[in-house]
C-alpha cells in the first residue's frame, strides 16, 4: 500500500536539461514523508508529477502497483502553494467546498472556517483563509494520499500550526498518506517521519 | 474615493445611463411596431413636403409620412440587427469553444475559416450570400450572422484557452468533474459577459449592414419600411431639392447606432471583471 515513483525524469520541453533526473521515492498509508529543497530544485514539478498534473517523461507514478486512475475522483490530491488560483473566483465559497462532495461540519469547524465565509466570494477572503478551504476540500474529497506542495507558506504561524494539526490529525485517522513540500526544515522535523533533502539525493 | 462621500458612485451612473439607452431603444422599437399601415399609407394631395409640426420628417414621393416610415424602418432594422447578431453571437461562442477544447486540427481548421471570412470584404459576402438565399429578410439574416461571428469566436477561443490552462479546472477534473462539467460549470460563466458585450457591439454593425445592403437593393424587398430602403428610394428625388428624405432618416439611423455602441461600452465597463470594480 503506498505511492511511489519510480526512476521519475522529467523536464518541461527538449532543450531543458532534466529537472528531476532518476528520481524514486514512495510514501506509505500512514506516513508522512517530507520533501526539503532550496528554490528551483524541482519541489513543486515533483508535487504535481505525483499527484498526475504532469506526466513524467520517463518513469513511473504508481499507486498500489498500478498507473494513477485517470478518471473518477483521484485518490492523490493536491493542495498548491497558491489557494487563491486553485478556487474559481466567480463561485462562492460554498460552491468551492461542495464540488468535492457534500459539507462536513466537523471539517469546518476543525480548520475553523466560519459559516458567514461560505456565502463569500474567493477574493472577499484571505490567502490564509482559502488555503483552508483548499485544504477542507481536498480531505473532504476521500483521498488517501495528500500531497502539500508549500500549502503553509504564506501563513502566519498560529494558522499553519492550527492547519498541520488538523492535516496531521484527519490523516492519522484516515491513515492517509502525506507528502509535505516545503522550505521549513524546522517545519519539516516537526511533521514528517521521514525527510527527504532533494538537493542531495538527486 | 476615499473619505469622499459621493451621492451616486461611478459604476451607479454608468449603470443609470445603460438602463435609460435601453428603455429608450425598447420604446423606439415598439413605437415602430404598433405604428398602423395606415399611418404609412400613401397619399398625392401631400407629397414631396418639407418637414413641418404636421409631418416631422416632411412626405417623401408618394405622399407617405417619412417620421412613422423611419420609425418603423428603424424597428425592422432592430429586428434584423438583434436576430442576426444573437445567431452570430451563438455561432460565435459554439466555434470559439470547438476550437479551444477540440483537437489541434478542429483549432487550425476553425482558425483557417475565420481568416477565410475575414479576408473577404463583408459587404461583398452578405450580398452573395443573401443573393444565395433569396435576398429578403432570411438573406440578410443568413448573410449577417455568417459574416459577423469571427472576432467574437476568436475572442472566446482565447477566452477558453487561457480558462483551460487555470489551476481550478485541474483541480476540478482531479476531483472527479467531466469535460462537460467543467465546460457548463468553470467555463461557460466566464463567458458569459463576453457573449452579451459582444452581443451588443455586433447589434450596430448588422443594423448597418442590413440597411447598406438594402440600399444597394440586394436586401429587403422596395414594399417594407427599412432605413436602407428609404434612403435609396430618396436618392432619386435629392436633385429635386427633397433634402429631408435622405438627411433626417440617415441621421436617426446614425443615432440609433451610436445609442446601441455607447450602451455595449457601458454595459462591457459594468460586467468586464477588468473594470467592473472601479
Redesign the interface.
Known amino acids: 500500500m503506498s505511492l511511489e515513483a519510480k526512476n521519475i525524469y522529467f523536464r518541461y520541453n527538449k532543450k531543458q536539461s532534466w529537472i528531476l533526473e532518476n528520481c524514486t521515492l514512495s510514501v506509505e498509508k500512514g506516513e508522512c514523508l517530507a520533501v526539503f529543497a532550496p528554490s528551483g530544485y524541482g519541489k513543486t514539478t515533483l508535487a504535481m508529477l505525483l499527484?498526475?498534473?504532469l506526466k513524467p517523461v520517463e518513469g513511473q507514478i504508481l499507486l498500489e502497483n498500478k498507473p494513477l486512475p485517470k478518471?473518477?475522483?483521484?485518490p492523490v490530491?493536491?493542495i498548491?502553494q497558491?489557494p487563491e488560483?486553485?478556487?474559481?473566483?466567480?463561485w462562492r465559497m460554498k460552491q468551492v467546498l461542495e464540488?468535492?462532495g457534500t459539507l462536513h461540519k466537523d471539517v469546518l469547524g476543525a480548520f475553523g472556517i466560519e459559516r458567514a465565509w461560505l456565502d463569500r466570494f474567493p477574493r472577499e477572503l484571505s490567502g490564509g483563509e482559502l488555503q483552508r478551504f483548499c485544504v477542507a476540500?481536498a480531505l473532504m474529497?476521500g483521498a488517501d494520499y495528500l500531497i502539500c506542495d508549500e500549502i503553509s507558506t504564506m501563513l502566519d504561524v498560529i494558522t499553519q500550526a492550527q492547519i498541520w494539526k488538523v492535516v496531521l490529525a484527519e490523516a492519522a485517522k484516515r491513515n492517509m498518506g502525506i507528502v509535505a513540500i516545503t522550505h521549513n526544515k524546522n517545519l519539516a522535523q516537526r511533521i514528517a517521519t521521514r525527510i527527504i533533502d532533494l538537493s542531495h539525493s538527486v | 474615493m476615499k473619505g469622499q462621500h459621493r451621492f451616486i458612485n461611478r459604476r451607479t451612473k454608468v449603470v443609470i445611463w445603460t438602463v435609460i439607452l435601453a428603455i429608450v431603444l425598447i420604446f423606439v422599437y415598439m413605437f415602430g411596431i404598433l405604428i398602423p399601415d395606415e399611418a404609412v399609407a400613401g397619399s398625392f394631395l401631400n407629397a414631396k413636403l418639407p418637414p413641418s409640426w404636421e409631418h416631422f420628417f416632411g412626405t417623401d414621393a408618394l405622399g407617405r409620412d417619412l417620421f412613422m416610415r423611419t420609425l418603423k424602418g428603424l424597428s425592422v432594422s432592430m429586428t434584423v440587427g438583434i436576430a442576426a447578431s444573437l445567431i452570430g453571437a451563438v455561432i460565435a461562442v459554439f466555434v470559439g469553444i470547438v476550437a479551444a477544447t477540440g483537437s489541434q486540427y478542429a483549432d487550425a481548421f476553425v482558425n483557417w475559416i475565420i481568416d477565410l471570412v475575414m479576408s473577404v470584404p463583408h459587404t461583398i459576402l452578405i450580398i452573395l450570400i443573401s443573393f444565395a438565399f433569396g435576398r429578403g429578410l432570411k438573406g440578410l439574416l443568413i448573410g449577417i450572422a455568417a459574416t459577423h461571428w469571427c472576432s467574437l469566436a476568436r475572442l472566446i477561443r482565447g477566452e477558453v484557452l487561457q480558462l483551460r490552462a487555470e489551476q481550478y479546472v485541474a483541480v476540478s477534473r482531479k476531483l472527479g468533474k467531466s469535460g462537460g462539467w467543467v465546460l457548463m460549470h468553470h467555463l461557460l460563466p466566464h463567458l458569459v459577459p463576453q457573449f452579451f458585450v459582444g452581443l451588443i457591439l455586433m447589434f450596430p454593425h448588422a443594423i448597418l449592414h442590413e440597411a447598406s445592403i438594402s440600399f444597394l437593393g440586394f436586401g429587403l424587398p422596395p414594399e417594407q419600411p427599412a432605413i436602407g430602403i428609404i434612403l435609396s428610394e430618396s436618392m432619386r428625388y435629392l436633385s429635386t431639392g427633397m433634402w429631408w428624405s435622405a438627411v433626417l432618416p440617415g441621421l436617426v439611423l446614425v443615432m440609433i447606432v451610436l445609442l446601441v455602441d455607447r450602451m455595449g461600452e457601458y454595459l462591457r465597463a459594468i460586467i468586464d471583471p477588468y473594470s467592473a470594480q472601479q
Open positions: 499527484s498526475g498534473y478518471k473518477g475522483v483521484c490530491q493536491l498548491c497558491h488560483k486553485a478556487v474559481n473566483p466567480r464540488e468535492s476540500r474529497s
